[in-house]
């Protein structure tokens, strides 16, 4: 087609009304192709100058510079030069002259997975960690829970509207108070664990466990299994309780679980503890914890 318009003369719209074709296909077809034509160089009058790309190069390559990024060079152009450019422009400088510094991340160090607690006593090693529901007029309600590893029983849970470290620490401290660990000599030997969210890490929760003497411990990223025992608890309450249940009022919801508890931990018999309940084991194996 191409042959035909050099040959004819015609234009692009009558060669189209000829052949039947989309005019743009033909004005592409008849037009010089992109490797004739050579690679299109883009014109850049303000990060192609060289003088500008040389100061660049200049500041980048001093050696209190060589960490700075691009914001912090095109600080010193304006600074040092009297430049004026935007941020893309050094941006593009930058990169085509290999000086662009690659952004620098520090995970904080923590294992991936932690080891498995396998206490063999009461109030050595609890689990604490939050879930939600909504009542039937979808606001949402806020359950934590504090269990005992080793007896499965749940020590001690809040329903709240917030989900904040308070609520956390209440749930600790009912506890406490239940399993009579009051001084910070008979929580010298229990461990706390705890995934890594915004209420077991804050400063609040982290004092809180100091002062009462309870070693806090947290999961690894991404490893909910190190939290297994509180994980499949909450799960369990979900099952039997929450979900088959429409609560309408939040003390139609607490009063439920306060009953849900009361049966998980005197009735409901347990297999991982040879069909015996949680209160049955905590009652065999429950020891006063003393400093070592």
Not at 56 to 79: M, N, S, T, W
Request: proline share 4%; with cysteine; charged share 30%.
């Amino acid at each position: 087609m191409r042959m035909v318009r050099e040959e004819s003369g015609l234009s692009v719209r009558r060669l189209a009304n000829a052949f039947q074709e989309p005019r743009g296909s033909v004005g592409r077809w008849v037009s010089k192709s992109q490797a004739e034509k050579g690679p299109a160089e883009r014109v850049r009058p303000v990060s192609g100058e060289e003088g500008l790309r040389e100061k660049v190069k200049l500041l980048c390559d001093e050696p209190r510079h060589q960490r700075y990024g691009h914001r912090r060079i095109r600080a010193l152009l304006k600074r040092r030069y009297g430049i004026t450019v935007s941020r893309k422009t050094v941006l593009r400088i930058t990169s085509d002259l290999k000086l662009k510094q690659k952004r620098i991340w520090h995970k904080p160090a923590r294992p991936k997975r932690v080891e498995k607690m396998c206490p063999d006593k009461a109030n050595q090693a609890w689990q604490v960690d939050m879930t939600s529901f909504q009542l039937s007029d979808l606001s949402p309600l806020f359950l934590v829970v504090v269990i005992d590893c080793c007896t499965r029983e749940i020590v001690g849970w809040t329903l709240d509207r917030r989900c904040r470290a308070s609520e956390w620490l209440n749930a600790v401290r009912i506890a406490q108070e239940k399993k009579a660990l009051l001084t910070k000599e008979s929580c010298a030997g229990l461990t706390i664990r705890s995934d890594n969210g915004a209420q077991p890490c804050s400063k609040k929760f982290v004092e809180y466990l100091g002062r009462a003497g309870i070693k806090g411990q947290y999961t690894g990223y991404n490893a909910p299994d190190d939290n297994a025992f509180v994980e499949r608890i909450i799960r369990t309450i979900k099952e039997e309780e929450v979900w088959p249940n429409v609560y309408d009022t939040f003390t139609e919801a607490w009063d439920a679980i306060d009953e849900y508890v009361r049966y998980y931990n005197t009735e409901r018999i347990h297999s991982s503890l040879d069909y015996q309940t949680p209160s049955e084991v905590a009652a065999e194996k429950t020891v006063t914890l003393k400093a070592a």
